[in-house]
Each structure stands twice: as structure tokens, then as C-alpha cells.
């Protein structure tokens, strides 16, 4: 019960990033996906992992509430996606079918259990979701917003096969970790670079920077 | 939820919300107000009866949630404290739980600051998020040494390693740095720029009526939780001949509570500019120092 709610939280918050229409309601919408997420980490005995991640995320959206602003001085012109995004975190995964899932204590027909499957379900949805924001969006901020919704579906699924499939060894904790590491650093170097490119040319949104483009 | 759970979030609640009135009393009869016991009783019935004002076009669902979020994120982050025996929630990860609870004060500023749509309130948001850069890491660095002194995130476990001797005696630095990051955490006294004079207030400078209240109260708890931190983390729990160990654990609170509120209102305002050097060049350094010197005392 516990799982669906998060991953139904999870997803709406990760849908919400680009439909609602005031970028620090979309930073918080986006946080509230990536907590969601850190609370389904606490459900598979992830505990310190799942507490990091909060702690981490928290800051980070702050660190990127304040990066907003700076280059989006109109807070509600950045976000103008349409509502397509996918919002099914809670179609079933055929629960008991292979031994992968631990979940056959559970009462038949009470509640789906927490299955493998659920989890990559979830992390699927989440995944499609930041890669539609990472690909329409045309401000930078937001498109990082999509790439930090991928990073997100790579923590719940990097968590979920460490619990279900090698829970006797750390390599999925530090796996999560790894992904963590690597959503503050794209923070850290794509804030670095929308620094510069702003401060020399005036530019915020990625058309305006297609020099490269082979 | 077991029974003892339950009565133990009971007397959590009724101990948080009786400590911050105190703190709040205390605070009002150094200020010089007069009649200073009743003072905050009756700021809150004179705020309960106000009228609510509004700003031009605000974002009511963000004020509304960083409002409530300031005392919900105090009273999470005290769950891991133990008051009498054992905690509300006895986690492994206590230690990070409460850096991670405390870290959602910055969200609950912004949102109230950024939500109002006014720019005093916004400066004072963003001075916060300035603050919480600058004591984040050596605060950090703090916690780690008491975690690595005690070989345990449990707090439980911390509080079970100073039987011999208090990590305040051999973790100095670790516990000033600690109780400036205290002050900080709680934008209060010297770091309480965010809510400043010369930002007409800050952050809760639009709120009003219950708004105002719960914010207010929210900040005091913090005070409180952040002060009653420092009982298990440094000052041995409750250790102590005679009293029992709830006895012990209020004496040291209300101890800690009293000299960060005398220094609240004896210290003057820091400017988090020079806040931010001093933390990064001075007490990164210091810390990570105490924690060496630490993990070479545990060094089995």
C-alpha cells in the first residue's frame, strides 16, 4: 500500500514538473517526485541510502530554486509543457509469477504487493516522464529537470534490483549512491556552464546555443 | 505503533511545546517586556484574532506549505532524540534523519519567502539558503565526528559511548561548531539576518494572524529541537547521579535552550558574507581536524 502511494506520488509529482505553470511550483513538484522516491528506498531496508537521498535532494532543489531565478526573472514562463506525460504508476505487474518476488507473504487480494516489477515499473514511468521533459523543453533549467527525473527512475531501479535481486552484497547501495553523486554533479557542472554561456552571450535557452550542432 | 511509541510521541509533543513557550518567555523577559511569562500567550491570542492580510497574487498552496512545514520539520527531526529512555523512532540513521530533517527548514523558508510574493521576504529566503550553505558542511563535519566517536548513526548508540566520558570533553570543537550551526539552523540571534530588522522582518514579514503563529511557534520548536540535539549528541544523554535520565535530559536542554536564547539576544547580527568565509576557511578546516584527531583516538 505504502509503495503504490509513493509511486503514484512519485509519478504526479514528476508530471506535474512540466504542467504546472510557475517554475518554483515545478522545482517542489520535482522535489516531492524525488522524496517519493527516497521513501520507497526506506521500504526495501534501503534506510541509509533512502535518509541520504532526502537530505540531498533538498538541498540540491534549493541550490536549483536559486539558479531559477537567476536566469528565469519571469517565474512562469519556462513551463509550458503539455499534459502528456504519463501517469500510471499504478497498473498491476502480475504479482507472483517468477521467484524474483518476495512480496508472496502478503494476503492474496488484499493489496498488490511490492514487487521487482513494481519498482521498474515506476522507475520506467519516471524515466519516460524526465525524458519527454529533457527533450521538449527548451529552457535549460527545465531541461535539467527532466534529466534529474531520469536520474530519479536510476535510483528507485538501482535500489529495487540491489533488494530483489543481490541484496547480500553493497555494489546496488553504492550504485545508488553513484547515481546520486551524479545528479549533483550534472547540477554543479550544467549550472556551470549556463553560467557562462548566460554571462557571455545573454542566452538561457538551449536553440539559442546550437553552435555546435554538426 | 505500540503503546510506549504512542505515549512517548505524546510526552514528545507536550515537552517540544512546553520547552519553546519557555524559550519564547524566556526571550520576551530579556527583551525587557514586561509580565514576560504570559508575554507569548498573549502575542498568540492577539494573532489568532487578527485579521489575515493579503499580498498582490501570492502562491497560497506554497506559503501555506512552507508555513507548516517549519514546525512539522522540528518535530520530525526530534523524533530520533531520546528523552527519556528511548526515541519515538529508534533508527539506525537517527544522526542523518535529524541533518535531513533540519535541512528541510531551507525549503520551508523559500517557499513561505518566494510564495508571498513580496521582496523583503524573498531577500530573507534567500539569505537563508546563503546561511544554510555556509554552516551546512561544518555542521556536517560535527555530526560525523560524534558518529565516528561512537561507531554508530543510532543516537542511541552515541548516548551509550559517553558513559565513560562526554564527547563534549574530548569533541570541543565538534560541539562549538555545533552550537554556532545551532544558531544557525535556527535563524536565531546572530544568524537571524533571514528574519533581520533591515529586511523589515524578512521572511515572515507578509504573514499574519495564524500564518504568523504557526511560523513563529515553528521557529521556536526549532530552537528547542536544535538545543535538545545537543543533550545525546554531546552532553551524554541523560547521564547523571541522583535524577532519573528524563530528569537529566531536561535539565541539560532547558541548560543549552537558555544559553543559545541569552545569546540571541546579547550577541549581535552577523553578516553571512563574512559568516560564509569564516565557516568555508576557518571551521571546515577545524572540524576535519577534530575528526582526525577523533578517528585516531577509535582507531581500534
Redesign the interface.
Known sequence: MGFWTLAVLAVAGGAAVFVVN?M??AT?AL?TSLLAVAGTLLLVDL??VG??V??MM??E???M??FMIMYMMNPAAGAHGAEDAGDDGDRDGHPGDDDLHRGARHPPGTVRPMTLQSFLLLAAALFSIGLYGALSQQSIVMLMMGLELMINALIAAGGAFWYYVAPHNADGQVLVLVAVTVMALEMAMGFAVTTAIFRARDVDLTDEAGDLKG | MDEGTGAAAVSLVVSLAVLAYGAAALDAGLGGARGAAGAPLREAARLLVQGRRRTLVP?T??VR?GTVLLPLAALLAATVLPAGDRPVLD???GI??F??ME??V??AL??VG??VNSVYPLIGG?RF?AQ??SY?LPHMFALITVALGAGS?RIADVVAAQREVWFVVWMPVAFVVYLVSALAMAFWGPMGEPVGRNVAGGVPAELSGADRLVFAAGRYALLVVVAAAAVPLFLGGGAGPVLPGWAWTAVKTVAVLGGLVLVGQRVPAVRMDRFTEFAWVVLIPLTLLQTLVVAIVVLP
Request: include cysteine; aromatic fraction near 16%.
Open positions: 510557475s518554483a511550483r517542489f522535489l534506510g541509509y535518509v541520504l532526502v537530505l533538498v538541498m532543489m534549493l541550490v530554486a536559486v | 502562491d498552496l506554497l506549505t533508527s539506525g540513521v542523518v534523519w541533518n535531513a535541512v528541510c531551507w525549503g523559500w517557499l518566494w510564495g534567500y539558503l544554510g550553505l551546512e548513526l
